[in-house]
Every structure is written in structure tokens, then in C-alpha cells.
């Protein structure tokens, strides 16, 4: 039977797993390095057309590459050894990251279908709620706010771009003259896409504070009564109405913390605004960058860069990362 084991490298480019043409190859153009493709082919007896032919698997593994001037740069074999390490290594993190995500799914895959054995309880009841499409959701959740108690908490990602929110004021007004509170949390960008929106609910009585992004539509009244997207999300139908306490008292404690998050909105008046200086910190101290900081709050990539200077002047800071510690000392943030 034939010996089948692999031949031991005796090279760095074989080691990479290029074949001995290659490495030829590789050896005639790393003697070219800093040359124009034109002179670089002259160099080794190829058309251009043929040189690139030749390195185009050293071009995929990055090894070789072309500059705007149509120069080829070759890097030695160590420098790309260095190179290719770290990128093997950054991909084999990203891999063990992605290998414990879906381990940690695993268990989920029975979670739907894990159900207390007979005898295992006394008694099992079901969930008061239940999900419903179709009707008018705007007179629906109206007669839900009438029929119940309590204050109401929003998170309204988008709903300013739907055609019902003339009705939903009116029940604002309505329920603040009764002396019950309603909350509502928008993302930032809603004073730029819709600031009528956000003046009238204030003028309305309406407590308003916006964070960088939401990830969901959600409506809790006090501790009774929560909607929700099936599933999370922006969609306006199906919808699940819960009743049992214990998840509508969870839902409110998570509008608590998002709350507490939340910049306050300043002013109800024409110039409606948010803390942008503190909204501004909290995107820098998370690392983003200006585009998307520009897309979060919804303001200009220019507007976000003037800011962003001033900020590190007022703050005496060298870099972002100074601004940050800087803000934090000071309880900016």
C-alpha cells in the first residue's frame, strides 16, 4: 500500500500550503517589490496579464497587493507568517466565541417542550393573556386604558410613523387629567424625523425621555396589563396582551431600567432637544464611532464631529478615551 503521509514543508510558502509554482513565483516578484506591474513583469519574462495570473493566490492570502499606482508590494516570508497567525488566531476566537453561543442554545432547543411530569405538581394553570391579530389597535388599547387603572410606561421605537397617533394624544390628554402618569421612551432620533410628535405628547402631559436605539414596541399599564409584538420587535400585528403579574411586573421593572438610562427630553416649546451632551458621552464611552453616533441621534456626521471637539475641550481631554474617564470623575454620565 502506498505511503499516503503528507510531505513535510520545507519552506514558509509550503508550510501556507502554496505549491512549489507558486513559490517560484514568489521568490521572482518579492525581488520587484516597490516596481510598477509593467516593470515588475518586463522583470520576470511575463506579460502583465500573466503575472497577474500567476500571484493571484498570493493576492487572495494577502501576501502580494497593488497600491492606486499600480505598484506591487510583496511582503517578506516572515511578515506574512506574523500576519496570517493573527488573522488564524482572530478567526479561532470569533469561532469559540460562535461555538459557545450556539452550546448555550442547546438547551433551548427542549425549553419549549420541558413540561412538569405527572405528578411532578400539584397543579398547573394556564398563562392569563393571549395574542390577537386584526380590529383597531388604536381604539383597542384606548378601551384597555379606560377599562384599567394605573399609569402607563411606553417604549415607541417608531410609532410616530403610524396613522393613529392623532387618537392615541387625545387619550394622553384624557388620562393626565385624571391625574394618572404616562411615561414613553423614543429613540433619539425621533427629534429629528418627527418633533411635532414629541411636542404635542409633552404639551399633552406625557413624561418623554429618548435613548440611542430601542429594541422593541412595548405598552405596560401599572402592574396589570402589558402589550407586546409576537414576537419582539415592530411589528403591529400579532400582538400578545398579558395579564399574569408576574411577567407584566417584570416587563415594568424593565421600563424602569431603560428609564433610568433614558435622557430627559429638554423643553416642550420649538426647540424640543435632548441632553445631546450626555447622549454624545454615553455613544463615546461605548466606543462608537461618529457615523454611527450621527445615525444613532440622528444628526449630521458634521454636526457630530464639531461636538465631539467640544466636548473633549471642555472636558481638557487628549483623546476620546480621556473624555470618557473624564465625564465619569465629573458625573456626566
Do not use: C
Request: net charge negative; charged share 25%; proline share 6%.
Amino acid at each position: 500500500m502506498p505511503n499516503m503521509a503528507r510531505a513535510e514543508p520545507s519552506t514558509v510558502l509550503t508550510a501556507l500550503g502554496f505549491s512549489p509554482a507558486v513559490e517560484r513565483t514568489y521568490e521572482q516578484v518579492r525581488r520587484q517589490s516597490g516596481q510598477r506591474l509593467e516593470w515588475a513583469a518586463a522583470a520576470v519574462s511575463r506579460t502583465p496579464e500573466q503575472l497577474l495570473a500567476e500571484v493571484a493566490p498570493l493576492v487572495e492570502r494577502g501576501i502580494v497587493r497593488f497600491d492606486a499606482d499600480n505598484r506591487i508590494h510583496v511582503e517578506s516570508p516572515a511578515q506574512a507568517l506574523a500576519r496570517l497567525i493573527v488573522q488564524l488566531s482572530e478567526a479561532a476566537s470569533r469561532s469559540h466565541a460562535e461555538l459557545a453561543d450556539l452550546a448555550s442554545a442547546v438547551p433551548l432547543l427542549v425549553a419549549g417542550a420541558a413540561r412538569p411530569a405527572e405528578g411532578e405538581v400539584d397543579e398547573v394553570h394556564p398563562l392569563d393573556g393571549e395574542i390577537s391579530t386584526g380590529g383597531n389597535a388604536a381604539m383597542l388599547i384606548a378601551a384597555l386604558i379606560r377599562q384599567s387603572k394605573g399609569d402607563l410606561a411606553w417604549l415607541r421605537p417608531d410609532q410616530w410613523r403610524i396613522q393613529r397617533e392623532d387618537a392615541m394624544l387625545q387619550v394622553i390628554r384624557d388620562l393626565v387629567a385624571e391625574g394618572r402618569r404616562s411615561r414613553a421612551i423614543y429613540p433619539i432620533r425621533v427629534l429629528q424625523e418627527a418633533p411635532d410628535v414629541i411636542r404635542r405628547r409633552a404639551e399633552a402631559g406625557e413624561q418623554i425621555r429618548v435613548l440611542p436605539d430601542l429594541p422593541t414596541r412595548m405598552f405596560v399599564i401599572g402592574t396589570t396589563h402589558a402589550v407586546l409584538p409576537e414576537p419582539l420587535g415592530f411589528i403591529d400585528e400579532p400582538r400578545t396582551l398579558v395579564r399574569q403579574q408576574g411577567i407584566v411586573e417584570a416587563l415594568a421593572l424593565l421600563f424602569e431600567l431603560y428609564w433610568e438610562r433614558a435622557d430627559p427630553v429638554l423643553g416642550v416649546g420649538d426647540h424640543v432637544q435632548p441632553d445631546v451632551r450626555r447622549a454624545l458621552l454615553r455613544q463615546l464611552a461605548n466606543g462608537a464611532h461618529d457615523e454611527q453616533i450621527a445615525r444613532q441621534l440622528g444628526l449630521s456626521l458634521r454636526t457630530v464631529r464639531r461636538r465631539v471637539a467640544d466636548l473633549m475641550t471642555e472636558l481638557g481631554a487628549d483623546s476620546r478615551f480621556q473624555a470618557g474617564v473624564e465625564a465619569v470623575r465629573r458625573g456626566w454620565v
